[in-house]
Structures are given as structure tokens and as C-alpha cells.
């Protein structure tokens, strides 16, 4: 076994969709979507050794809401591996978690990724790129952008990946709920707000693809939108405050990520994020608010001499 003992750590970024437009509900239980996935420096780190037994240990401010049995997708990623490849064993990880969970920031699928590319190096498994994507594909929707993280448009259910032209920095204020929401009770709510309404057709966000070739936050933060947002917030009605609250504090343009609950909030720059920052911390509509700025790559090797 070629592993190397002292372990590979993987940093995986947080993603939040500037748009997401959802399709009717398909026959296999999923909804079609023409989304554009941005990867911000809210990361996860995951680090793996190998080990005689299976172990997981989770550290970060959400370490007590993170499942270390079968039901973690990044141990589930490391079972399978070493079913399927000769040169793979059992590992001990660790999870630092800083990406809220059941959030609508892909914490669980980031960890997913992170997993893959992680298991890989650590057992020189030598997996090929469309490896990577075939295993991400099938652990869910979201895994495929963890992988490559940037900016992208996503269709299908989300998994097949184009590349943006995309220009600029973004920086961005989230605001946090200690309770999650659960995206599958997102969808069925959205079927339910949706039923007499007419089916979306399914196409480019061009106002968004425009405003991400300029670079212009206020031009992106315009055409941001989320077909699950109305859905969101009337499962958890408050989001709507802390909305409301972030846009009167000057936020460019404020949007649930994914499946909710955090809110993104766009900012004008770094100065106007932690001014935003300070104001809703002290207005109290959300459970935690970070900042963080985007794009950002997506899961990759952090050299053991450069971990902080
Ligand atoms: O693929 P993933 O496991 O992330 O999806 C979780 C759930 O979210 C699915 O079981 C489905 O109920 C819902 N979903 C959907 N349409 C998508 C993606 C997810 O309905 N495109």
C-alpha cells in the first residue's frame, strides 16, 4: 500500500447559487434546473490518514451536527473507494467543518468531493478527472461543483457543469440559521407553491452570464434570482426579516442560497461586507453572519507545510 502516513488534508469551498431555476419534478424524484454555482472561501478542511480501523471525528462550530457513521457522505466516498480499489483501506478522518450545515451551501457535498480527492492522493489511486465526476455524480447533485468550484453554469439536476466567463471578486455576507432546512422538504414545498402555476422553461441566465463577463456587482447583483426562495421562506417565514433587514443596511442584492435557510447578501466591496457584517450581528436576524469572497477554486490538496 503506497498511502502516506502523515496524511492528506483537502480544502473545499461553500457555494452559493446566483441563480436557480427549477423545472418541473421529473420522474426519478428530481427537478430539472439551469443554475450558476459560485464557489466562496467558506471552506471545510478534510484530512485523512490511514488507519487499522474506520474512524471520524468532526471539529468546527457545527462538529455536534454532523452524522461520523455511514450516514457522512465524505465516509461514505471513503467505504466505497476501498471496496472498489485494491490499494484502499481503512482511514481515520477529520472533518473541520466552517461550512454551516443543511444551509444551501453544499457543506455535505463539498466533504463529498473533498473525499474523493483526498482517498485518491492518499492511496495513490491514480483516478482519472471524469473518475472524480462519474463518483461525484452519484453521491448528489451538487458533489460535481465541489469539484471544480469557480463559477459554472449547472443543468441536468444541477451535475452537468459548463465553464463561466467570469471576471471580478465578489464579496459576500451570510447570514446563518442554527436551524437547517431540509432540501427535500424545499422541493416538495415548491411543487406545492407551484402546482397551478405554468411549468419554467429552462435557459441560460444571460442577465447573469452579462453581469459576471463585466465583473460589475451592482449589474449581478441585480439579476440574481432563486426559484426556491419563496418556498424557503414560507417554511421559515423569518428569512424574510433578515432579507429585508440586509437590504436596508445597504447590501447590493440579497438572495437565499440554494435551499436555504442563509441568505446571501452581495456587497459592494470588502469595507461595505464587514460594515454589513457588524449591523446585522447587531440587529440579531440571523443565528450567525459571516463574510467570505468569491470565486475560489474547488476541492484541493493543501501541502501539509501549509496547513493553518
Ligand atoms: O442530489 P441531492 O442528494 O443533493 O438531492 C437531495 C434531494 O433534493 C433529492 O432527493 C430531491 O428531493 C431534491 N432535489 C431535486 N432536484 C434536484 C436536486 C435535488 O428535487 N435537481
Redesign the pocket.
Known amino acids: 500500500m503506497a498511502a502516506i502516513d502523515e496524511g492528506v488534508t483537502v480544502r473545499v469551498p461553500a457555494k452559493v447559487n446566483l441563480s436557480l431555476a427549477?423545472g418541473p419534478?421529473d420522474e426519478d424524484?428530481?427537478?430539472?434546473?439551469a443554475t450558476v454555482f459560485h464557489a466562496v472561501d467558506l471552506t471545510d478542511d478534510i484530512h485523512v490518514r490511514p488507519s487499522k480501523q474506520w474512524e471520524c471525528t468532526i471539529t468546527g462550530p457545527y462538529a455536534d451536527k454532523v452524522p461520523t457513521d455511514g450516514a457522512n457522505l465524505a465516509m461514505q466516498v471513503a467505504h466505497r473507494l476501498a471496496q472498489e480499489c485494491y490499494e484502499a483501506g481503512p482511514v481515520s478522518m477529520t472533518i473541520d467543518k466552517s461550512i454551516p450545515v443543511a444551509g444551501g451551501m453544499a457543506g455535505g457535498?463539498a466533504d463529498a468531493a473533498a473525499a474523493i480527492i483526498a482517498i485518491d492522493q492518499l492511496f495513490d489511486l491514480q483516478l482519472t478527472k471524469l473518475d472524480h465526476l462519474d463518483l461525484a455524480r452519484d453521491l448528489?447533485?451538487?458533489v460535481p461543483f465541489a469539484l471544480t468550484g469557480g463559477t459554472a453554469l449547472g443543468s441536468g439536476?444541477?451535475d452537468e457543469l459548463a465553464p463561466v466567463l467570469a471576471t471580478g471578486r465578489y464579496e459576500w455576507v451570510f447570514a446563518l440559521q442554527h436551524e437547517g432546512l431540509s432540501?427535500?422538504a424545499v422541493?416538495?414545498e415548491f411543487d406545492r407553491l407551484n402546482k397551478r402555476r405554468k411549468p419554467r422553461r429552462l435557459e441560460a441566465p444571460e442577465e447573469i452570464l452579462t453581469a459576471l463577463r463585466t465583473g460589475d456587482p451592482y449589474e449581478l447583483a441585480g439579476a440574481m434570482f432563486n426559484d426556491l426562495q419563496e418556498a424557503a421562506i414560507s417554511l421559515m417565514p423569518r428569512l424574510q426579516d433578515t432579507i429585508d433587514v440586509g437590504l436596508s443596511q445597504g447590501a447590493l442584492g440579497a438572495i437565499v442560497s440554494g435551499?436555504g435557510p442563509t441568505v446571501a447578501f452581495l456587497c459592494a466591496d470588502r469595507a461595505a461586507a464587514l460594515d454589513l457584517m457588524v449591523g446585522l450581528t447587531a440587529c440579531k436576524v440571523a443565528d450567525d453572519v459571516v463574510s467570505a469572497s468569491g470565486p475560489h477554486p474547488g476541492a484541493r490538496v493543501v501541502p501539509n507545510n501549509r496547513l493553518t
Do not use: I
Open positions: 427549477v419534478l424524484g428530481y427537478h430539472g434546473l457535498s448528489g447533485s451538487d439536476r444541477g432540501t427535500p422541493y416538495a435551499s
